[in-house]
T-cell receptor, first 112, second 114 residues
Framework: DAKTTQPPSMDCAEGRAANLPCNHS???????VYWYRQIHSQGPQYIIH???NNETNEMASLIITEDRKSSTLILPHATLRDTAVYYC?????????????FGPGTRLSVLP | GAVVSQHPSWVICKSGTSVKIECRSL??????MFWYRQFPKQSLMLMAT?????????EQGVEKDKFLINHASLTLSTLTVTSAHPEDSSFYIC??????????FGPGTRLLVL
């Protein structure tokens, strides 16, 4: 079973920031938080991951709470092409041979 | 970033035939590859984990004699759906790990069995 909970769907206006929450209250100290997204009929695309510090890259920012029990993925200026299902996943550090367990994710709809 | 390809991107076959799907890591060596299946409006479900040069590890409920996995090299894994039936119609996705904490996913292969 997935170790994360996410809202099933969210809407966001084009050009505004999209803030996608994720709860992972049972996360262990050696587990990363990963975010992937899946645009319709494509394979999942890596977005970002982090352990305990906030992270930022060219796609998004990841804010992890101090107790690490929840996180937020931020798309700073959402576009129509950001419409996708977003998956929040936790996985142990150094366990490269372990698969990702996908939950139902959040279906983000960016509206014009 | 690392690129994973799949071939074919889609395939239609008759019931009872076998279909082979290839997964390649194009610019890195993948120590481990994973095969997932996704039915419409559902999330990805892991089918098997494949390590180069060894037998694949199948998830509970996945028939190893029906879904043959070969990981012959560090850049290629294949999934063969033997004697395919309409219920095997699905979106098959592979992912690859190069020994880092990130996995990279292929674009998927859509299989339709008539």
């Amino acid at each position: 079973d997935a170790k994360t909970t996410q809202p099933p769907s969210m809407d966001c206006a084009e050009g505004r920031a999209a803030n996608l929450p994720c709860n992972h209250s049972t996360i262990s100290g050696n587990e990363y938080v990963y975010w992937y997204r899946q645009i319709h009929s494509q394979g999942p695309q890596y977005i970002i991951h982090g352990l305990k510090n906030n992270e930022t890259n060219e796609m998004a920012s990841l804010i992890i709470t101090e107790d690490r029990k929840s996180s937020t993925l931020i798309l700073p200026h959402a576009t129509l092409r950001d419409t996708a299902v977003y998956y929040c996943i936790v996985r142990a550090v150094d366990n490269y041979g372990q698969n990702f367990v996908f939950g139902p994710g959040t279906r983000l709809s960016v509206l014009p | 970033g690392a690129v994973v390809s799949q071939h074919p991107s889609w395939v239609i076959c008759k019931s009872g035939t076998s279909v082979k799907i290839e997964c390649r890591s194009l610019d890195f060596q993948a120590t481990t590859m994973f095969w997932y299946r996704q039915f419409p409006k559902q999330s990805l479900m892991l089918m098997a984990t494949s390590n180069e040069g060894s037998k694949a590890t199948y998830e509970q409920g996945v028939e190893k004699d029906k879904f043959l996995i070969n990981h012959a090299s560090l850049t290629l894994s294949t999934l063969t759906v033997t004697s395919a039936h309409p219920e095997d119609s699905s979106f098959y996705i592979c992912s690859a790990s190069r020994g880092s904490e990130t996995q990279y996913f292929g674009p998927g292969t859509r299989l339709l069995v008539l």
